[in-house]
């Protein structure tokens, strides 16, 4: 693990944030994990995707009617990402531990691995959030420069107009090369993967091999290999796109902050809270119809402060945590809208593609 650390002599901020979220669940008298509306919501999509799969398997499809429904396939399950595989590998979707590793597992069924997207995501980012050098989120480099710390190609005065491709590619590299790349390196960026149990690494190598013989021997068997190839790449184009924004709109947009990593002992200035607070950002609070989708990501601050908490109840502690940022003289960085989100996270991607003015 990485020798940075943060100031935690002190860290008033958070435990004043978390005693009132405490207080807040205590008089509602609700647990932090999922509802009904979670459970309903999980049934919803899961029983969805199977579906599309289904149609797009077994129905004489044309060729439009393949491309969109391969495009909505790749969205959904997107959203089972957002809300189901990333509440349960939080421990925040069930109050039972057995109930969280199964629904984590559903990563498993998009073709992911979440022993490694555990370590990848609940430890190193969720720590070390957006600190080049550690956080293998913005870690994208020499193709997308996400922070000024990061060394600058002249490729990037075009990134603007290319990293919407490589979003489009992003779900494909992650489960056919990174997966692979960390399991045989056993490393995320510079930090060490954590030692796998027999049973993970029979995990790994079975959904891979799952992966393959759903999402390509079946499809090109049953429909040939250029209605599967269709199926394949747009799929995987709405997954990839959708899963690259919603995430990096939390993070790499021109509100939020970056810190870089020195490789030696090295300190933050601030408690861990505030680092969070500092380094996320919100989008579109209050439209229900994003939060459902989202599985409650566009409450990415809520979520960094408190990654055990369900995200069906964001939306309520988000003004505790607005509340507390302002006693304390924090920033809370909101966009108000998806579209302004998006906006300013590819005008700070266009921004960082400019030739840095060396002093």
């Not at 300190?267 to 579109?284: D, L, Y």
């Not at 229900?288 to 989202?294: E, N, T």
Request: with cysteine; proline share 4%.
């Amino acid at each position: 693990m990485s020798k940075l650390t943060f100031n935690n002599s002190n860290p008033v901020f958070y435990t004043s944030l978390k005693a009132a979220v405490n207080k807040y669940f205590a008089e509602i008298n609700k647990r932090k994990t999922g509802n009904i509306h979670l459970y309903a919501k999980a049934v919803i999509l899961i029983l969805s995707t199977v579906s599309l799969y289904a149609v797009l398997l077994f129905a004489p499809l044309a060729l439009l009617p393949r491309i969109l429904a391969s495009l909505v396939l790749g969205f959904a399950l997107a959203c089972i990402g957002f809300n189901v595989m990333h509440d349960a590998n939080h421990g925040s979707y069930s109050s039972r531990k057995w109930v969280n590793h199964l629904m984590g597992l559903t990563l498993n069924a998009l073709g992911g691995n979440n022993f490694i997207w555990k370590q990848k995501h609940n430890i190193i980012h969720h720590t070390y959030t957006n600190i080049e050098g550690i956080d293998d989120d913005i870690a994208k480099s020499p193709y997308i420069r996400m922070c000024s710390p990061q060394r600058w190609v002249p490729a990037h005065r075009l990134q603007h107009l290319y990293t919407p491709v490589l979003y489009a590619l992003s779900s494909m590299i992650w489960i056919l090369y990174q997966d692979f790349e960390k399991y045989f390196k056993k490393k995320i960026v510079k930090t060490p993967l954590a030692r796998m149990s027999a049973a993970d690494h029979a995990i790994f190598w079975t959904s891979k091999v799952l992966y393959v013989v759903f999402y390509m021997v079946l499809p090109i068997w049953l429909t040939g290999w250029q209605a599967w190839l269709v199926f394949f790449l747009c799929m995987h184009v709405a997954l990839g796109l959708t899963l690259s924004i919603v995430f990096q709109l939390a993070h790499v947009v021109e509100e939020t902050e970056f810190e870089s990593s020195t490789g030696d002992e090295q300190q933050i200035e601030n408690e861990w809270a505030i680092h969070q607070v500092r380094t996320t950002a919100n989008f579109a609070p209050g439209n229900p119809v994003i939060s459902w989708f989202a599985g409650g990501l566009n409450y990415q601050i809520e979520h960094h402060l408190f990654p055990r908490i369900s995200h069906v109840h964001y939306p309520a502690i988000s003004k505790l945590v607005q509340a507390e940022c302002a006693a304390y003289g924090l920033p809370y960085h909101s966009l108000p809208s998806f579209k302004a989100a998006v906006v300013s996270h590819f005008r700070f991607i266009r921004m960082l593609g400019r030739e840095p003015i060396l002093s």
